[in-house]
């Protein structure tokens, strides 16, 4: 895992996330195969069916009994879709539920909650001041939230479009992981760290958080891979090499150059907001392959710690 490899501790912890996921996870994936294969078997079967009732309604060319099977035909697909929904709907609570019992066993973690419908408030997304954005398509999906050490969290996937000023079209301002925590005191001053990469995209942010008394900071980035990847803005009085650990921003640079995401990071007053992008629906099962894979719960794990890392660098710092 990228992030882990700054720390023995944190390899002995995924090692033990290998072994967990071998015990507890695999098992609870084994268990969903075989209902996925059942309900690909009846959806194939359902398929043959009604291309049958087709075939033989062409060949007799009875009106009325065309109209009279569509009805029931019509009432079995919509069972059909209800079976795949639902399937997708147990599917990734449980194997997120197995992730949060293993990271909650974990120092400093108290009890983490799920809930696969709930999400950050639009309010929270605009007050991290990151993407300058009014964020006028805006949903959310798998809210989690807790204590680690002394700090209040709360994630989940966002979905944020806006309208595009030159296409008819929505575009993307940010697909991917959100979080937010909160400090037990406020702090001096604001930090704002971007993708280099995306800078003419985010000329609204910088623009704004700049007219609001921040500045272009190189001073304070000791890493050489993190100032290569990020822009990092910060008010006159604010503390970034407090806020931000050389560590951590090594282990963030590591993990941008292994995965390839993208990273977004605030400090505002008592509040930190953290955003990594992910281009796909975080394990969302699939309906005509296997879903037995050890990538599949990983990729979720690993974007997870990496946002509960840095709350973690901050507790520990602090």
């Given at each position: 895992m990228f992030f882990f490899l700054f720390s023995d501790y944190d390899m002995q912890r995924l090692d033990e996330f290998r072994i967990f996921y071998n015990h507890t996870i695999h098992p609870e994936l084994v268990r969903l195969e075989r209902r996925r294969?059942?309900?690909l078997r009846l959806l194939l079967f359902s398929a043959l069916l009604i291309i049958a009732i087709l075939v033989i309604e062409l060949y007799v060319h009875i009106l009325s009994l065309t109209l009279f099977l569509m009805i029931p035909i019509g009432f079995y697909v919509m069972y059909l879709l209800y079976e795949v929904r639902k399937f997708k709907s147990t599917f990734k609570p449980n194997i997120v539920n197995l992730i949060l019992d293993f990271i909650d066993d974990g120092v400093n973690y108290g009890t983490l909650r799920y809930s696969p419908t709930d999400f950050i408030p639009k309010r929270t997304f605009m007050a991290s001041r990151i993407f300058g954005s009014s964020a006028p398509q805006?949903?959310?999906?798998?809210?989690?939230?807790?204590?680690?050490?002394?700090?209040?969290?709360?994630?989940c996937e966002l979905n944020v479009r806006e309208f595009s000023k030159v296409r008819?079209?929505?575009?993307?301002v940010f697909r991917g992981i959100f979080l937010h925590s909160t400090f037990s005191s406020p702090l001096r001053g604001s930090i704002l760290i971007l993708p280099r990469e995306f800078q003419q995209y985010l000329t609204r942010t910088i623009k704004e958080f700049v007219r609001?008394?921040?500045?272009?900071?190189?001073d304070d980035i000791y890493d050489e891979l993190f100032d290569d990847y990020f822009l990092t803005y910060a008010t006159e009085d604010a503390n970034l090499s407090g806020l931000l650990s050389e560590d951590m921003q090594?282990?963030?640079a590591e993990y941008r150059m292994v995965s390839g995401k993208q990273l977004y990071i605030s400090f505002i007053g008592q509040e930190i907001y953290v955003g990594i992008t992910e281009p796909k629906d975080i394990l969302e099962p699939y309906i005509f392959q296997s879903n037995i894979s050890f990538d599949l719960v990983k990729d979720f794990f690993e974007d997870i710690a990496m946002l509960l890392s840095i709350v973690a660098d901050f507790d520990k710092n602090h």
């Amino acid at each position: 895992m990228f992030f882990f490899l700054f720390s023995d501790y944190d390899m002995q912890r995924l090692d033990e996330f290998r072994i967990f996921y071998n015990h507890t996870i695999h098992p609870e994936l084994v268990r969903l195969e075989r209902r996925r294969r059942r309900l690909l078997r009846l959806l194939l079967f359902s398929a043959l069916l009604i291309i049958a009732i087709l075939v033989i309604e062409l060949y007799v060319h009875i009106l009325s009994l065309t109209l009279f099977l569509m009805i029931p035909i019509g009432f079995y697909v919509m069972y059909l879709l209800y079976e795949v929904r639902k399937f997708k709907s147990t599917f990734k609570p449980n194997i997120v539920n197995l992730i949060l019992d293993f990271i909650d066993d974990g120092v400093n973690y108290g009890t983490l909650r799920y809930s696969p419908t709930d999400f950050i408030p639009k309010r929270t997304f605009m007050a991290s001041r990151i993407f300058g954005s009014s964020a006028p398509q805006y949903s959310g999906e798998d809210y989690i939230s807790g204590k680690l050490g002394e700090l209040d969290f709360e994630l989940c996937e966002l979905n944020v479009r806006e309208f595009s000023k030159v296409r008819d079209r929505l575009n993307y301002v940010f697909r991917g992981i959100f979080l937010h925590s909160t400090f037990s005191s406020p702090l001096r001053g604001s930090i704002l760290i971007l993708p280099r990469e995306f800078q003419q995209y985010l000329t609204r942010t910088i623009k704004e958080f700049v007219r609001k008394g921040g500045d272009l900071v190189e001073d304070d980035i000791y890493d050489e891979l993190f100032d290569d990847y990020f822009l990092t803005y910060a008010t006159e009085d604010a503390n970034l090499s407090g806020l931000l650990s050389e560590d951590m921003q090594r282990a963030i640079a590591e993990y941008r150059m292994v995965s390839g995401k993208q990273l977004y990071i605030s400090f505002i007053g008592q509040e930190i907001y953290v955003g990594i992008t992910e281009p796909k629906d975080i394990l969302e099962p699939y309906i005509f392959q296997s879903n037995i894979s050890f990538d599949l719960v990983k990729d979720f794990f690993e974007d997870i710690a990496m946002l509960l890392s840095i709350v973690a660098d901050f507790d520990k710092n602090h």
